[in-house]
């Protein structure tokens, strides 16, 4: 047992390693804030460990966990449990681990150690269910069958070694999955549990505000019971990449219209380098962005849009080191350009780039981050600390991350040794490039060419250009910041004196005691959505702004101040968040530069081509992703769908551009908040300049109205979205008819009461896809709740036949819940409601969208958890009765039909959505 963890100063929790009789490895955690219990196991078995001819093995036993145990037989009990008690659950499959996790509110939290306890010391592999979860992965594996990253991440799989387990197929089908003659599934799922899940193989971590000494009686009294086959792991020892896997140039066309390039070079392992971190010093390098470097260059020539250095697949014998470009079309066809200029800045690293200044730079960096590293949830710290316990020394645990011990001259130079032409990987992704492949299980074109040695010399030729240039120290490094102390007026955020064209709010942070804070800026323009051509151009000033700004500001985001320019409804938002002491500085800079109209006319193309390609990229994605999309749309006046934007975008010009930004600045309204580390008198001398800078610039006007169309009084309105998938998906969507606190209330309720059953019942039971779910929706304020599935094997018509079917017996499932049951269930809610805000970003985040919602006594919270606990199981079932079952009910059915179901039969309705802007304009509108 140790508790010798180094932590940060400003972590109040407490720590406790102890290894079990059996070798299982356990971290405890003691937080006395908690609001949660937590816990995660990460099994050192992933879908390397699949036996050769049953590829996607760990996966499915991932999947069969979660269906039954021997003290916890019945499908979907685990799930119920966790949910009726406040809590998630997940888990995921990786190459060498994987992972499971849960929280749960404190009190249930042994009752689910327990049951999580018998994942692996007792699990059932009902046959009955082995059958169903197969066509559950077999879902899972059909519905990404688009996905590019999916589709790409196979490819790489057929170019390396096929001796290597990265090789593998790793998600499992019908067909790797299925039973054989003599070789049932399910005997093949005991044998892969017993030989690899072990306790010696296994790390846990638990969080709670138990003590140490209460929680590790608890991980004694359930986790002794896993056995210790005092397993060593044994992969296999051959290289990723052979001889012909190196020095070659692989092509793939893409689903989604993008250009990318990346090169790769081979390393080994990563893992026994932690302490120094001499990849990340060198990305520092290599992926810096501003004035002089390698992504400054290429956007000059017109050659790339983005670059990013330094990641890439790895694990217990390689490394992909990789660095990546966003290609123009300018770039697409001189790709050697870039990967000149690419081999010319590494060697100005090797000449002048490795410094003990610069790795201090990065050291002082990642010291700072953990220094003033804020509380995590529970559930995401268990989870990422069980993966580190794998990788880090046992006083590293949570310190890893950030641990630099200083600049290894040695392994920095043989790394940079490493980054040559010679066994390179290149790969390349466009539309209309010449393959004459077909990658296996995801049918991805692509074609592998052998990259020449004229070439590679090409790469090393030619001058230096004359604009790259190594970083200049980050003038935004100034000492180390210490949070300073001022009384508070009050609990929650005041307003400031008010001006003529801002309202700000304003409280000092007396809870995490960090440096740090956010502010958000909220500008409301009449004219900044009001049509598709409109919230088109809003959009792409936002992308023109912030990328016009990410050269002057990146030193200023190395050193921990960040900043977003995002759309919303009424206008755009900025928001600011990191350390204080240069946030002033970083806003100046930001609001001179909104002002200024100087956008190059090739970045206004290069932009403009991007966001067009983006959104007429929905047509590749998901069909559930469609519908979400077009939920909002369909529903708020002022949303507009990705491909109305681009049709609307597609001939504007820079001028109309420049015309869209007077007109958006001539009459605004303005709202903000400033929550951290800011002193009173900083925020109202920051109000006066703000208010200073807007009257030169606007005329004060009104908050835009968030207007969302009423469905009521409309009965089942359907609406059809085409969509080039073989899955079906709908969306049903309920719309509460008032927007009032006990609406909220019972629209919060019905959710989280029915949401495990839903997914039980139709997932696991009816197996209609994996996609598969309910939640709540507050669209503007106003209560809805949507049922959704995406599906291989049922069409719309089906689809809306079980959702239905589901809601009528749900009713009935109601009144069957004991009265502690039915408390417990709204007791775990309201948990959920009022948990505690972990960290600063949180409590900002809540605290602007009480502002948004017009909560100004900051009170929703609790008034919606009082509301939940005077609710009855008789006003869930009447409202279910009376507005969910009643005939011909008020609701909004999004769907899609997949083209394995084309010739089923269709659904029908009185009310078909044909023309979406006439269904917006003549429809009744609440106001908000």
């Known amino acids: 047992m140790t508790d010798k963890l180094i932590i940060s100063p400003n972590d109040p929790r407490h720590y406790r390693l102890v290894v079990l009789e059996n070798g299982l490895r356990v971290t405890l955690v003691h937080d006395p804030e908690a609001s949660k219990g ?26 069969m966990l979660f269906l039954g145990t021997r003290d916890y037989p019945k499908a979907g009990e685990y799930q119920q449990f966790i949910s009726e008690h406040g809590g998630n659950h997940n888990a995921w499959t990786g190459p060498e681990f994987t992972s499971y996790y849960f929280d749960v509110e404190p009190a249930a939290l042994e009752s689910a150690l327990h049951r999580f306890s018998q994942f692996f010391t007792a699990p059932l592999f009902d046959a009955a269910l082995v059958e169903k979860e197969r066509q559950s992965v077999d879902s899972e594996y059909r519905m990404k069958l688009q996905d590019d990253m999916r589709r790409f991440y196979q490819v790489h799989k057929e170019t390396v070694n096929p001796a290597h387990p990265f090789s593998k197929f790793s998600v499992g089908n019908q067909q790797t999955l299925a039973d054989r003659p003599d070789r049932p599934v399910r005997e093949e799922l005991l044998a892969f549990h017993r030989q690899h899940y072990s306790a010696n193989l296994m790390t846990l971590v638990v969080v709670s505000p138990l003590s140490l000494d209460q929680a590790e009686a608890m991980v004694q009294a359930h986790f002794c019971a896993i056995a210790n086959l005092k397993l060593t792991k044994s992969l296999p020892d051959v290289p990723l990449y052979r ?44 992926g810096y962005e501003g004035p002089g470097s390698l992504l400054s260059v290429l956007k000059y020539e017109g050659l790339v849009s983005q670059l990013s250095a330094g990641g890439g697949i790895n694990g217990y014998n390689f490394k ?15 790709p050697d350009r870039i990967l000149a200029m690419t081999f010319q800045y590494l060697q100005m690293i090797r000449e002048g780039g490795v410094e003990d200044w610069r790795y201090q730079e990065r050291q002082q960096l990642l010291e700072r981050a953990f220094r003033f590293q804020e509380p995590s949830k529970p559930l995401d710290l268990a989870s990422h600390l069980a993966i580190n316990m794998h990788h880090y020394d046992d006083e590293d ?47 991805t074109p692509y074609a592998c060419l052998p990259i020449s040695q004229a070439r590679r010399a090409g790469w090393l030729s030619g001058e230096r250009h004359p604009k790259l240039a190594l970083p200049d120290p980050n003038p935004y490094l100034v000492g180390l910041l210490e949070p300073r102390e001022e009384a508070s007026p009050g609990p929650h955020p005041v307003l400031l004196p008010e001006l003529s064209r801002l309202s700000l709010w304003f409280k000092k942070d007396q809870d995490f005691h960090v440096p740090k804070a956010h502010l958000f800026l909220a500008l409301d323009s009449e004219s900044s959505h009001h049509d598709a051509r409109t919230a088109a151009l809003t959009r792409l000033y936002i992308a023109m702004l912030m990328d016009s700004l990410a050269e002057p500001t990146y030193q200023a985001e190395v050193a921990g101040l960040s900043y977003n320019i995002y759309p919303h409804q009424g206008g755009l938002t900025l928001h600011l968040s990191g350390f204080t002491g240069g946030q002033e500085k970083l806003l100046d800079l930001l609001l001179r530069k909104a002002r200024q109209r100087d956008f190059a006319p090739q970045r206004f193309n290069e932009l403009k081509a991007q966001l067009l390609r983006n959104w007429n990229g929905i047509r590749t994605a998901r069909p559930i992703s469609r519908l979400f999309n077009a939920l909002t749309a369909t529903l708020q006046r002022r949303s507009h769908e990705p491909l109305n934007m681009a049709a609307a975008l597609e001939n504007c010009s820079l001028e109309q551009l420049h015309h869209h930004i007077d007109t958006l600045y001539q009459s605004v309204h303005v ?53 080039d998938h073989q899955d079906s998906a709908i969306i049903v969507y309920y719309q509460s008819r008032q927007s009032d606190l006990d609406k909220m209330a019972l629209f919060c309720l019905l959710n989280h009461s029915m949401t495990s059953s839903f997914f039980n019942e139709l997932r696991t039971k009816q197996q209609l896809g994996y996609m598969v779910g309910t939640s709540y929706v507050p669209m503007n304020r106003c209560p809805g709740i ?29 009144m069957q ?40 006594d900051f009170d929703h919270r609790e008034k919606i958890a009082e509301a939940i606990q005077k609710l009855e199981r008789a006003d869930l079932i009447r409202y279910i009765m009376q507005q969910m079952r009643r005939s011909n009910p008020d609701r909004l059915v ?33 106001d908000f």
């Not at 490493?418 to 992704?429: A, E, K, M």
């Not at 169309?709 to 009965?715: A, E, L, P, T």
Request: hydrophobic residues 35%; aromatic residues 10%.
């Open 243 to 286: 001889d012909e896997d190196r020095n070659i140039e692989i092509r793939m066309l893409p689903n989604k219209r993008q250009r990318q390039m990346t090169l790769t070079f081979p390393l080994p392992a990563l893992d026994p380098w932690y302490r120094h971190k001499p990849l990340t010093y060198l990305s520092y390098l290599l």
């Open 397 to 443: 645990v949570a310190y890893g991350d950030y641990r630099m011990d200083g600049l290894d001259h040695d392994t920095v130079n043989y790394i940079l040794a490493s980054f040559t032409p010679d066994g390179v990987r290149l790969t390349l992704i466009a539309p209309d490039l010449d393959t004459d492949q077909r990658a296996k299980w995801y049918d």
């Open 320 to 334: 992909d080191y990789n660095v990546s470009y966003q290609l123009t079309e300018k770039g697409l066809a001189a």
């Open 38 to 63: 937590a816990a995660a196991m990460a099994v050192r078995a992933g879908h390397f460990d699949d036996p050769a001819d049953r590829e996607g093995m760990a996966h499915f036993l991932e999947h």
């Open 671 to 723: 709202e903000g908040l400033i929550y951290g580390d800011w002193l009173q008198a900083e925020a109202e001398g920051l109000s006066q300049r703000l208010n200073h800078t807007l009257s030169q610039v606007s005329k004060p006007g009104p908050e835009v109205q968030r207007q969302l169309i009423s469905i009521q009084g409309r009965g089942t309105i359907l609406r059809e979205i085409s969509h």
């Open 817 to 856: 819940i004991s009265a502690s049951q039915w408390q417990a269930t709204k007791d775990a809610l309201c948990n959920q409601i009022l948990e505690q805000d972990n960290n600063l970003k949180s409590k900002a985040q809540r605290l602007w969208v009480s502002i948004g919602n017009k909560d100004t």
């Open 894 to 926: 999004l769907y899609s039909i997949g083209g394995s179901h084309s010739e089923h039969e269709p659904l029908s309705g009185e009310r078909q959505i044909t023309d979406l802007s006439y269904f917006k304009g003549q429809a009744d509108l609440i």
């Open 786 to 814: 949507i049922f959704y599935v995406q599906s291989p094997v049922a069409g719309p018509l089906q689809l809306m036949e079980s959702i239905d079917q589901f809601i009528a017996d749900y009713s009935y499932a109601l």
